[in-house]
């Protein structure tokens, strides 16, 4: 099976030296393609900037901007069987980009922010992917809630919920603790383990019911 | 001689999971540590999140904010010889850090920053240091005009300018070239080499000018 998997933050520059970014450390990510392809699957990684090495035996891509991710999943889809979203996209970037460094003058200094590009969104009625789409759902608060509301709105067959508000799972831990939720069927929390035990148990999940979807 | 060293990027939270930072890896500063901990000087080494390996033989602070180095500075500089100020601190930072992750809801988002703490002006003012005083000076525009401009407004012995804007060099390269600014003195362009040679040479340099300062 083909497999695109997004990982890591991304940067939204708002000068050549200063950026917006979030928490995600790419593990999570990073350990879904391993997985991936050591249960045989042909895997494409697009990747924000993370500190961990690049894995072997795939196509990596790695870029560092919300517009780049969209533009290479864009580029990447196409034949895909299998799409995780599991890269922590901006959703705001500066409206601006500064040529040079903003000096430290003016007391505060207000930023305008503009929404980046839904690329989970987009992936079924932008590009017109088919395939098994899964996303993530990264909260701090109502976190089933969210997690449902994005499988609905978004046109996924599952969204793995995350909640970041809890020391020691999520955002740059080794481990993780996630809930599946699916369109008509009772969340499913998973056991808290390690993020590449996690990875297997999910991919394995993943790898049945997208040969499922395929027979249906 | 004891030396305080400060190192690496900060991170100023819009929320738990989203902050603001810059391009500084830590590299430089870390580089300076291990030079002056291989000199035989005792060392502090006050560090924003990198991803490097802690070094061995010193004390290791680690910060997150602008707000923790200034309080870790303030902590620790009393009966320094010397104070290297490499950090690359946030000059801003949001005025308040939302309690739960902010949804993507509007399509723009508009984000007031107020001035973190100054840390290298309040060196002199502030914490009463009389020692040798370092500074950096990373910009991406008339660099020897804001490295002198920083060298005389915030009482420095020495301001190390670092051309942010050239690739290869700065932020996050392995590689650096700078040039020494001091007060009196034509500014003193070093030649461009790796971070572990050049923090040689500056440790050298810097431990020189602060024995001598010491007999005057």
């Not at 990073?30 to 699957?41: F, I, M, N, T, V």
Request: charged share 25%; hydrophobic share 40%; proline share 6%.
């Amino acid at each position: 099976m083909k497999i695109l998997i997004t990982a890591g933050p991304t940067r939204e520059p708002l000068d050549p030296v200063r950026y917006l970014t979030n928490r995600s450390s790419g593990k999570m990510g990073y350990a879904l393609a391993e997985a991936a392809h050591d249960r045989g699957h042909e895997v494409t990684l697009i990747s924000g900037p993370v500190s961990l090495p690049p894995p072997e035996g795939m196509i990596v891509v790695k870029v560092e901007t919300a517009r780049q991710m969209y533009e290479a999943v864009r580029s990447h889809l196409g034949g895909q069987d299998t799409a995780i979203f599991s890269a922590a996209v901006a959703d705001y970037r500066p409206v601006a980009k500064a040529e040079q460094k903003i000096k430290k003058t003016g007391e505060t200094l207000t930023l305008t922010l503009e929404k980046t590009e839904d690329i989970l969104g987009s992936a079924r009625s932008v590009f017109g992917f088919t395939g098994y789409l899964v996303g993530f759902a990264a909260e701090t608060e109502r976190l089933l809630e969210h997690a449902h509301d994005k499988l609905a709105r978004k046109g996924c067959d599952l969204v793995i919920a995350n909640d970041v508000s809890q020391a020691g799972i999520g955002f740059d831990s080794a481990e993780n603790e996630v809930t599946l939720c699916l369109p008509d069927a009772s969340p499913f929390p998973l056991p808290r383990q390690t993020k590449a035990a996690l990875a297997r148990e999910l991919i394995a999940f993943i790898t049945q019911q997208a040969a499922l979807k395929k027979t249906l």
